[in-house]
């Protein structure tokens, strides 16, 4: 069930800097960082040289991670090129180039065959889909049977005031956060059974120690240096920060509301 008008609603070509400050700064992040990745890979199933494609990749955190610390085979997609670029700098680094794949896909056109993959994991991802629907039914296609699509969305916990709703909207790129009834009615949707659903509240402290552990001291110092220099020169992040900052005054409440869900099907 979706919290907003059944016409579908698309975020102002301005929304798309969201994405760009991200890849420009070299970080993307997740509620419930790695914790919830371990979550996803536990209740997936997976194990070592299992092959796994990771939706909306980012910069790369998640692949490297689960090449890393798993042993799995993984590619990565994304839409944005500048990710792209990203993942593979951070592959590279890591020494994981040969191990993990990337390339630039659209969700809801995913260039692969049939029943290829033992996984498809997705971390808030799928919020700022358009047709979700169309996209997790592509998630499901390219698992083997038996394989696993596993979600980690955003989700409203109670209905939030229609200001707060808005403010989220705008300042993230478009997403749009369903209820947790919503995101397993995509799973079923999509062909998915077995469905098992997780679902936690937002902890503001928690979840900024969980990004502290993807994330070295070198992201961060990288992150800060070109902050500051595309604040300085660029009057889009000027227009992106005065946004963000424009924060309706029931703003701390939010926690009230908000919160996210690990959410994983089996394919029959």
């Known amino acids: 069930m979706k919290l907003t008008n059944s016409k579908e609603q698309l975020p102002p070509k301005e929304d798309a800097l969201y994405f760009e400050v ?14 919830a990745t371990r979550e996803l890979v536990e209740l997936c199933n997976l194990k070592n040289g299992d092959y796994v494609l990771v939706v909306g990749c980012g910069v790369g955190t998640t692949p490297c991670y689960l090449a890393e610390k798993f042993g799995l085979r993984v ?14 700098e951070r592959a590279k680094r890591k020494g994981l180039e040969t191990r993990i794949e990337f390339r630039v896909a659209d969700a809801k056109n995913l260039p692969f065959k049939n029943d290829i993959f033992d996984a498809v994991i997705c971390e808030s991802v799928t919020a700022f889909v358009g047709d979700k629907s169309k996209a997790v039914k592509e998630y499901a296609r390219v698992i083997k049977p038996q394989g696993f699509v596993g979600l980690n969305e955003c989700l409203w916990i109670k209905t939030p005031p229609p200001e707060l709703a808005e403010y989220t909207f705008r300042i993230m790129g478009g997403a749009k956060f369903l209820t947790s009834i919503g995101w397993k009615e995509l799973l079923e949707g999509a062909g998915l059974t077995d469905i098992k659903v997780k679902n936690y509240r937002f902890n503001a402290l928690s979840q900024f120690a969980e990004e502290i552990k993807q994330l070295d001291l070198r992201d961060y110092g990288n992150a800060w ?28 409440k939010l926690f009230e509301y908000f919160g996210y869900g690990i959410y994983v099907g089996k394919k029959i």
């Open 22 to 35: 991200q890849s420009d700064l070299g970080i993307t992040k997740h509620m419930g960082g790695r914790k």
């Open 75 to 88: 590619v990565g997609i994304d839409i944005s090129e500048k990710m792209i670029e990203r993942s593979k």
């Open 225 to 252: 240096h070109r902050f500051l220099t595309q604040g300085f020169s660029n009057p889009s992040y000027r227009r992106f920060a005065k946004e963000v900052l424009s924060s309706p005054k029931n703003i701390f």
